[in-house]
């Protein structure tokens, strides 16, 4: 019961460290580290112009997927990134899960969508990554419910004291392993990263919180494309991350490949093992 779980396994070979970090810090958000980070994106918009000519017109690569490609193949490269802690245990995650936010439509007061899917950067292209979003999103635009949105609707047509009741107890059977398989698949916070794309709505990239409920390690917000010091176009990248799943050198090696694939493009056409 204790040590197992169907999502994840235990991670034996850390240094000692970086296990007794969880119980000197228990709570995800007393473990959270902030980075900003500029990245340049002339080449990735020259890139996206080139290969839209050859995608659907209704389907076009923007600087949200390569984002995501690149968050993904940095995951292969670096899997410590893909880690999470619970019930006081280092735990590596058995697949790379994306989960990212989008407004139904842009006005204020529209339904806020969130999607979670599994990426396999590995064995999927980047054309078929592009594609598999595009089939995540549009039945979510479209008004169709996902199974996180049923449960969740089910869940507040009951009374309010025993919502809470039925929320805790998934935190607790989550923490001692025992949360069904089919539940951790459905919720968007049992994920590897959670990306927000702010610069869709204009805006500046900004900080976000980490949830204590489920799994997620990591947020990544995504701002606007805006002139930098040299003139040249960046976008802010804003990350949010549990410094109990590995130390700064490690991160910083792979916030620092998300940058050096956005900025080169070409190495989102590869397999990650071309690019160790």
Known sequence: ??????????????APMRRIMPHVSPRRNDSVFHLAQDV????ALEFLEKRNRERPD???????????????????LRPGINRFVKGGRL??????YLTFSAKRELRDGAPLLTIKRRF???????DEMIDGVYDRLRPARRGVESTSDKETNLLLRLPNVMTGWLVRGADVLDRFGLLPRPMIDADPLFTSMFVANLGSVGHDAGF???????????????????????GER???LCWTYDERIEDGLYSFGYT?????????PELLLAAPAELA
């Open 1 to 14: 019961m204790f040590g197992h779980r169907s999502d994840a396994k235990v991670v034996h070979e850390a």
């Open 40 to 43: 340049r994106v002339d080449a």
């Open 58 to 76: 209704d389907r076009p690569a923007t600087l949200f997927h390569l984002l995501l490609r690149a968050l993904s193949q940095g995951m292969v």
């Open 91 to 96: 735990w590596q995650r058995d697949g790379i």
């Open 120 to 126: 396999a950067p590995d064995t999927e292209s980047l």
């Open 208 to 230: 976000h919180h980490l949830w204590e409920r489920g799994t997620c390690s990591s947020f990544c917000v995504m701002g606007r494309v805006k002139p930098g010091a040299d």
């Open 234 to 236: 960046i976008m802010t």
């Open 256 to 264: 620092n490949g998300v940058q050096q694939r956005i900025e080169n």
